[in-house]
């Protein structure tokens, strides 16, 4: 017998599951999506994770061992209930996501976190901060999310939504904020948020992947862009790492595949804490994660379970 | 027998050492202290130290039983090695404090860390935060510095140095900081610096005395400049909270007496995060220790060392 997790992984546009080994990888075969996003109804979002979740589960194959449900949702939730209100999914507010699944598989144990700390443990696993045990993962995409790994451990907080670093404020930045705030992260340095700015500049396009091709062909607008974004982003991992002290953060999403000036620009502006050698020794590396990233970090909520934390 | 610590704590203007007792007090007539600072050179301070460790230890009375030191210093400092930097004694280096004090009392265990964790454990102990197990302690004086408890436990990090708040930054705001950053609380909240901005706006005086002074009669930029560093103390607070899902922070400090306007402005920040409940939970309090408040803090390594994290 070989030892399997069910992977659950829901997020603003899709819900995915999946299958995941014990050394972290998911069974090929056994990934099945549908869309959520944000003009669904309650009823037809529970059809679409309980379709995926039956599907994974008719993948099981006589030699798995089904040890039980790892689910990273979207922010924020409401760990000891089990419930999720994602920003980008008005008709769940104070949704009984982990109790629906429960309900589907009563024989296993179902473990909710957010999906930040998912991609971080992830990273811990199988990605690019393994042999680390102060982490940080990152998303930069449509939004910026994250989570932590401290001691060894995962930080979910009393709620459970401790990890949301695209809503640390960056210094001198105080563009306004969905959550209320002004100068965070996510509204300076998402991939729509890149773009909007660099519309005020004169850059024509819409999109990230417009916003990369123009600074791969050297337009300055572009270039300035990317390294006003990266600027904050290495802003906001020298605030996080001079309040919990980290040694790496693994940066995906589709945004920060934009340009390695991205990476560049955020590494810049941690050296300029030169006074401390505690902040200036955190390591910003790209993600070491496929597009599994998610789903292997749901499943690691059950294989790794040691080392998730309260 | 009673059980008792012997606290040592090492800041910027002075050195200090006491008994705490196991109920979280520091025993009359053993309270020790000499000036250090920025001037003295390395032997100065060293003489210093033993002088208070041994003055305290000399205070020992027959029905004492001394469980280890506990110490508590300025940061940045290496954990693991015991070694402190404190950035405003220039004379200290990595310097082995605590194995200074280890050879003087070779027979009991001797434990250090940063000063704003030893805080953040006493107000968690016999403090502000009792009854709470994800705190933050802060000091707002002639700097901004801090500590967490998450989980019921101090979280130190991999070099001993989580809990720099001052270094955390606020949007909006990019004054020049001592680390080498811009917009760290520190540099926009500090007494002095905030006191060196009210000058700006054409305040006279000179001292945080004097601004709180100002502040009490009405003076329009008393009231500017205490508001500005009370909304940056709360953008910090929101920050750190979006990152690690505090419950409660506790603010001492002399500069934190300077007004009440100081704590709402704080709380008026945090409440415009209004998206997110799991900020805007956070309560905003004022420190519940005395002046004994860091001593009890180091003794708390001793008699709470089952709270004392990695």
Redesign the interface.
Known sequence: MSSVALALDFGGTKVEAALVSADGVVIPGTRFRRPSGGSSDSATLQRAVLDVVREAHAALAPEHELLGVGIGSAG?ITLAEGLVSP?NVPAWRDFALRDLVQRELPDVPVTLQMDGICITLAEHWVGAAQGY??VMGMIVSTGVGGG?V??GRT????????????????????DAC???????LEAVASGPRTVAWARTQGFTGSTGEELAAAHRAGDPVAIAAIERSGRAIG??V???T??????IVAIGGGFSHSSPRLFEAAREAVA????????T?VKIVPSGLSHDGPLIGAGALVHRADRV??
Do not use: M, W, Y
């Not at 001079?242 to 040694?247: F, G, Y």
């Open positions: 924020p920003l045990d102060n932590l401290l001691g930080v979910a907080g009393p709620t459970g939504n401790a990890g949301h670093i695209g809503h640390i404020e960056a210094g001198g930045f105080d969905p959550c209320g705030g002004r100068g965070c802003q906001v020298a605030s996080a001079s309040l919990v002290d980290l040694e300029e804490r030169r006074e401390f050698g505690f902040v020794k934390g309260g």
